[in-house]
C-alpha cells in the first residue's frame, strides 16, 4: 500500500501529466503567456490580509462595465493563475461581456489549493480562503467591481475550493460553477494542503443533510440566501472520480432547498447529460453536468463550458437562466421569427420562418418543463421533432404536449435552439431569408440560421 505522502505525490504528478497533455493538445504549455492580451493579466500586491502568500493578478477587460462584476477563477493542483488565465476561455467571455476575472496562484508556485484544514473550512478562519477575500475586496475598492455581482469557479483543486469559498462566503457569492471538484468538507485532514485519499477516489458518501449540515457549520450564524452552483465532472475522471459529482449535488440541493429529483434531464451538447434542480418559482438552483467519456480536463478550451457557467451565473448579460420567457423567437440569421403557418392548429404542421407580426402565431413560451408552446384559438401545441426524430433534417413541427425529450428545448448561452433528445439545433433551412422558409433540425454548426433570440 501507497504512504499518504506518496499517494498524493503520484495523484498530484497524474494532475501534471493530464494538464500538460490538454495543453499540448490545446497548442498551449503549462505555464503559458496568452499571446496578445497579456499586458492585460496585472499583477497585484498588497491586496490585504493574505496569512498563506497568495498571488493575484487580475484581468480588466478593455470592455469593462460600469461598476463590472467579478469571478475569481481557482487554478488546479500544478497550476497558476496565468496558466489558467491562458488555458480557458474565461478571459475572452469578460472581453465580450464586460466583468472582471481575478486569477489567483497558490504559494509555493503549484500547489493545491487549502481545502482540507480547519482553518480554511471556517468563515474568516485564515488560510488561502481571506487571502482570496483580500482580493474580491481590493477589486471592488480600487477597480469599481460590483460587491452585489461577485462568483466564482475552478478546476480540480479550484473546484473543491469553489466550493468552499460559497460554504465560507454565502453572503458575498451570487453563484459558483466547480468543474472537476469534491463536495465541501469531503477532503478534510485536519491539515494544510492536505491529501484525502478516500474522497478523490469517490469513496465518501453521505446523506444529503449530512453534507448540507457540514456547508451550514461554516458559518453557523448566517441565515440568509444561499448562491447557486453549477457542477461539472467527467465520467472517465480517474484523479478525482465522477461519484464526487453526485455527492456534490446532494450538497448543494440539500443547503438550496430543492428536492433530490432533477426538475428536468437533457443533453444540450453530445455527450453533456445535464440534470437541473429548480425551487417551486421556476429558479434553476443547482445544476450538474457529466461529460461522457471525459477525463480530468475540464474545462475544455474551445468548448462551450466556459460559456454555459458563465450564462448559469448571469455574466453574460442573460441573467438567470429561468424558464418561463414568452414571446417571438427571432431567427438571428434570417431577421425574421419562428411561425405557425396560417395559425394552423393541425398537427404535424412544419413550422416556418416569417415576418415578425407579433401575432399569437409566433408567440411562444418556453416553460419551466422546456418546452416550447404555443397557443392558438384556446389549443396550446408543442414544438416538436417531428417522429422523435435524431437526423439532420428532422421536420421541427407542432404536435399535442405530451411531456417527451423531442419536446424539450434548450434555450442556450450562444443563442442556440437544442432539442434534449437529440441534441442536434434549430435551423432556417439553407439559411433562407425568404418569408416561409422552413425550419428543421441540423447539426450545431455555428451559423446564424442556427442563432434565436427569445422575446
Excluded at 201 to 220: C, I, K, Y
Excluded at 366 to 393: E, F, I, K, P
Aim: with cysteine.
Amino acid at each position: 500500500m501507497l504512504r499518504p505522502h506518496s499517494f498524493k505525490a503520484r495523484l498530484r504528478n497524474r494532475l501534471l501529466a493530464v494538464l500538460l497533455a490538454v495543453g499540448a493538445a490545446l497548442g498551449v504549455g503549462l505555464p503559458a503567456a496568452a499571446p496578445a492580451a497579456a499586458a492585460s493579466l496585472i499583477p497585484i500586491t498588497g491586496f490585504g490580509t493574505n496569512p498563506t502568500n497568495l498571488q493575484m493578478s487580475l484581468y480588466v477587460p478593455s470592455s469593462a462595465k460600469a461598476n463590472p462584476p467579478i469571478l475569481l477563477a481557482l487554478h488546479g493542483c500544478q497550476g497558476s493563475g496565468p496558466y489558467l488565465y491562458s488555458s480557458t476561455d474565461f478571459a475572452s467571455l469578460a472581453d465580450r461581456y464586460g466583468f472582471l476575472v481575478i486569477y489567483p496562484s497558490t504559494s509555493p508556485n503549484g500547489s493545491c489549493w487549502d481545502v482540507s484544514s480547519d482553518q480554511a473550512l471556517t468563515r474568516n478562519g485564515g488560510s488561502d480562503p481571506v487571502g482570496l477575500m483580500s482580493m474580491i475586496t481590493y477589486t471592488e475598492q480600487h477597480y469599481g467591481g460590483n460587491p452585489n455581482a461577485v462568483y466564482v469557479t475552478g478546476e480540480s483543486s479550484g473546484g473543491m475550493m469553489t466550493n468552499v469559498m460559497l460554504a465560507d462566503y454565502p453572503d458575498v457569492f451570487k453563484a459558483g460553477a466547480a468543474f472537476m471538484g469534491v463536495p465541501y468538507h469531503c477532503f478534510y485532514t485536519g491539515s494544510v494542503r492536505g491529501w484525502n485519499g478516500p474522497c478523490a477516489g469517490g469513496q465518501v458518501s453521505m446523506t444529503p443533510q449530512q453534507w448540507g449540515d457540514l456547508v451550514r457549520n461554516a458559518d453557523p450564524g448566517y441565515t440568509g440566501p444561499r448562491p447557486r452552483m453549477q457542477l461539472w465532472h467527467g465520467t472517465a475522471d480517474t484523479t478525482l472520480n465522477f461519484n464526487n459529482l453526485a455527492e456534490e449535488a446532494k450538497q448543494w440541493t440539500n443547503v438550496l432547498g430543492v428536492g433530490q429529483t432533477p426538475s428536468s434531464t437533457d443533453t444540450p451538447v453530445a455527450n453533456w447529460n445535464r440534470a437541473r434542480y429548480a425551487n417551486s418559482s421556476g429558479t434553476v438552483q443547482v445544476e450538474t453536468y457529466g461529460i461522457v467519456g471525459a477525463g480530468h480536463q475540464l474545462p475544455v478550451q474551445g468548448t462551450p463550458m466556459a460559456a454555459y457557467a458563465i450564462h448559469f451565473m448571469g455574466l453574460d448579460g442573460g441573467g438567470t437562466p429561468t424558464p418561463g420567457g414568452t414571446g417571438p423567437l427571432h431567427a438571428v440569421g434570417a431577421g425574421k421569427c419562428l411561425d405557425d403557418p396560417g395559425s394552423t392548429t393541425t398537427p404535424g404542421t412544419q413550422q416556418q420562418t416569417y415576418s415578425c407580426s407579433g401575432a399569437a402565431n409566433q408567440t411562444w413560451t418556453h416553460t419551466s418543463s422546456q418546452q416550447l408552446t404555443l397557443t392558438l384559438g384556446g389549443a396550446t401545441l408543442c414544438l416538436d421533432a417531428n417522429g422523435r426524430g435524431t437526423t439532420n433534417g428532422t421536420k421541427a413541427i407542432v404536435w399535442s404536449c405530451n411531456g417527451q425529450t423531442n419536446q424539450q428545448w434548450n434555450l442556450n448561452s450562444d443563442g442556440t435552439v437544442t432539442n434534449a433528445l437529440s441534441g442536434l439545433c434549430l435551423d432556417v433551412t439553407a439559411a433562407s431569408t425568404a418569408d416561409g422558409a422552413p425550419v428543421e433540425l441540423w447539426s450545431c454548426n455555428g451559423g446564424s440560421n442556427q442563432r434565436w433570440t427569445l422575446g
